[in-house]
């Protein structure tokens, strides 16, 4: 980084503690926005000071002393003009601070004022001794930033870059009218400064005007850049894919149903893309056993029809391995060679899929990550199915890209995406909806049970087995131990055939082999399981029509989409299926608020909206691993409006005046272009 990025000076040192901000230009600082503000503005008499709400009150120190009991602190007793006192409380201090604060001192200390044991006190204030500065004139911004570079120095080079910036807006003049948004400069300008007569529940507003300026903007850079990552698509060649129905048309004949009219569209759509020579990105979302799996079969088929292979990829193994065995059993009969690459697959077998990869023998592959290591290359890939996609890692999904770039691309999600998610993070796929369950089920009815009350679930549990019906049973999810966790499942299983000894009982967990695990799989869809105890690797995709019970212990520790993918276990087939959620008391409220739209919700595009609400898009993507670059002020529930508009807008700027787009996407992507494609 050089120093020509800043029009001021600027040290190296400070430069890379600013980068580590992501701050490497003169805008970048101007964007850099406070976390939040305080009042230096004016002093508020001790005697007049609520709690809890931050003030800044102007003192002498009448005495200090360290306390050791009951544990080491400086505390500091201060007098002001009203005649009131206040303990200034320390538990980490320098000597440095002792100083500052020896007995006849005059200081300014901002923080909040609580009732404490020896009487009002503020902890950890802020303190001034520079009083003879006068007060500010307008709220001090407080900024995030790292560890050796402190609020007033970041604010010094914010105000400098403020000082510098050129009046030069990327958006016209006339478009900002018509969106009723400031000048950029403006709002910076007001944000960082904010005029004297705006409080601080003012600023925190999201409604400001200048706001609205910055996440509109945010959100502009962001729909820009997904349209554009799409041309770029649009751009690449892949090859048509269309075939003559002579496998599809076996396939359906076979399968002993009739599409629903919602997967009927959806494969429609994706044949479309398919027979295009640009790459499909096309993402199939479907609730919880809506028949998504058909689809993507239908969608192989046409590539193979077409001369091409397919991959078929899956985040668990056990997940794959199901998906292996129905494309074995649908496409086998016909003469067509289907493969399995996992990362337990031994050295031989690998060799051989390996080969036949490569010559092109084998026209279907699936398997975890491990069909797309480097070693593995194929005769002729046209296209890649990717199921629950946003659980894969950066590094998979860049392995996918290397391999994938010029082939068409199905993405699966069992995960509904809210309507806002889609429109912002996956504003560059297609999306085809399966909105309709497979006609015949019944909806599944959800019981909230305490745990005290195990005995009952216990005997619904043989009242469903005497039925001919099996069941799931799953164990509490123990993050801090996976052995505490499979001990708790090997436990769950002795109980449950002493209390019930005529049953038979299987279990299934995360340590076992994997042919371990198919052999359990496969007695239980077979019905020589009755009862399935499993840790949550049946998580994803087990698909056994026959069990309509589904028992969760400690329902509470699992997130909504966890227990929303768990009850839809049940209810595939037309029999009356049940949940029973059984929870352990104290419940914490977040535990409490996620047990609620559960039980009171089916639609998983619902509690997938209220899953984001409770968790923000961070969470629910699992951004930290995804890599989808967070958006930093706008809100996407809150700010629908603004997300709208920039939605809007972007196609018309990309069409109209390419170089506000790059203008805008330089100033607010720079560092993060390159994670977008553009
Ligand atoms: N049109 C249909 N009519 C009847 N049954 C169907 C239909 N489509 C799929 N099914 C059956 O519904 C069940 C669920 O289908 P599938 O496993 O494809 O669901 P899914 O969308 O992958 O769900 P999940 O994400 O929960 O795994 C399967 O047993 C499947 O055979």
């Not at 496409?331 to 031994?346: E, P």
């Not at 975890?368 to 480097?374: I, K, V, W, Y």
């Amino acid at each position: 980084m050089s120093t020509a990025d800043f029009p001021f000076p600027v040290s190296t040192a400070t430069q890379a503690k600013l980068a580590k901000l992501n701050i490497n230009n003169i805008w970048d600082l101007a964007l850099h926005l406070p976390l939040r503000y305080e009042d230096e503005t004016h002093i508020t008499p001790i005697a007049d000071a609520r709690a809890g709400i931050p003030v800044q009150i102007e003192a002498t120190v009448i005495h200090q002393q360290i306390q050791f009991r009951p544990r080491k602190q400086l505390i500091v007793q201060v007098q002001d003009l009203s005649g009131h006192v206040l303990y200034l409380r320390f538990i980490h201090f320098y000597p440095s601070q002792q100083k500052q604060l020896a007995e006849g001192k005059v200081i300014r200390a901002l923080g909040e004022i609580r009732h404490g044991f020896f009487g009002d006190e503020m902890v950890h204030p802020k303190i001034r001794t520079d009083i003879e500065q006068g007060l500010s004139e307008s709220l001090t911004p407080v900024y995030p930033t790292v560890n050796g570079l402190n609020q007033p120095a970041l604010r010094r080079l914010i105000q400098a870059a403020l000082k510098h910036l050129p009046d030069d807006d990327t958006l016209p003049d006339e478009l900002l009218q018509q969106l009723h948004l400031p000048p950029l400069l403006q709002s910076l300008k007001f944000l960082h400064s904010p005029p004297p007569e705006y409080s601080i529940q003012d600023l925190h507003q999201g409604t400001l005007p200048a706001w609205q300026r910055l996440k509109f903007d945010e959100l502009l850079a962001q729909q820009l850049s997904m349209r554009l990552a799409r041309q770029q698509r649009l751009k690449g060649h892949a090859a048509a894919l269309s075939g003559n129905g002579h496998i599809s048309k076996l396939l359906q004949t076979n399968l002993g149903f009739a599409l629903t009219s919602a997967q009927q569209r959806a494969i429609n759509e994706i044949k479309t893309d398919l027979a295009q020579t640009h790459p499909m990105h096309r993402l199939l979302q479907g609730d919880v056993g809506s028949g998504k799996t058909i689809v993507c079969a239908l969608a192989a088929a046409i590539a193979v029809e077409a001369g091409f292979q397919v991959a078929i990829m899956a985040p668990t193994e056990i997940l794959a391995e199901q998906h292996y065995l129905k494309f074995q059993q649908w496409f086998a009969s016909q003469g067509i060679t289907v493969g399995w690459l996992s990362g337990s697959v031994r050295k031989k077998a690998r060799e051989k899929t390996k080969t036949e990869l490569a010559n092109g023998t084998m026209q279907l592959a699936v398997g975890t990550h491990a069909l797309f290591q480097e070693d593995i290359s194929f005769h002729n890939l046209g296209l890649v199915i990717v199921d629950e996609q946003h659980r894969f890692g950066v590094a998979q999904r860049l392995a996918l890209k290397n391999k994938g770039s010029d082939v068409h691309q199905l993405m699966m999600s069992a995960t509904p995406i809210p309507r806002t998610l889609a429109m912002s993070f996956f504003a560059d796929l297609d999306v085809s909806v399966i909105d309709e369950l497979p006609p015949g089920r019944t909806p599944i009815v959800t019981r909230l049970v305490n745990s005290t009350r195990r005995q009952e679930v216990e005997k619904l549990v043989q009242h469903t087995c005497i039925q001919g019906r099996q069941v799931y049973w799953v164990c509490p999810l123990i993050e801090e131990s996976e052995t505490l966790q499979l001990q708790t499942a090997v436990d769950t299983v002795a109980q449950l055939q002493l209390a019930l000894p005529q049953l038979n009982i299987g279990l299934i967990h995360g340590r076992m082999k994997s042919t371990e695990k198919a052999e359990v799989m496969a007695a239980f869809a077979a019905g020589t399981i009755q009862v399935l105890v499993a840790t949550t690797v049946i998580e994803v995709g087990v698909d056994v029509p026959n069990a309509s019970l589904m028992v969760i212990e400690h329902a509470e520790r699992m997130g909504l989409a966890q227990l929303h993918q768990l009850r839809g276990r049940v209810g595939r087939g037309s029999a009356a299926s049940r949940c029973v959620l059984l929870f352990s008391e104290p419940l914490s409220d977040l535990a409490k608020a996620r047990l609620k739209v559960i039980y009171e919700n089916t639609d998983g595009f619902e509690i997938a909206r209220q899953d984001l609400n409770i968790r923000g898009p961070g969470e629910f993507l699992g951004a930290r691993q995804s890599g989808v670059p967070m958006l930093r002020f706008a809100n996407l529930e809150e700010d629908l409006p603004l997300l709208e508009k920039a939605r809007n807008l972007a196609p018309l700027l990309i069409n109209q005046q390419p170089q506000v787009v790059r203008k805008h996407l330089q100033r607010w992507l720079a560092q993060r272009a390159a994670y977008l494609g553009v």
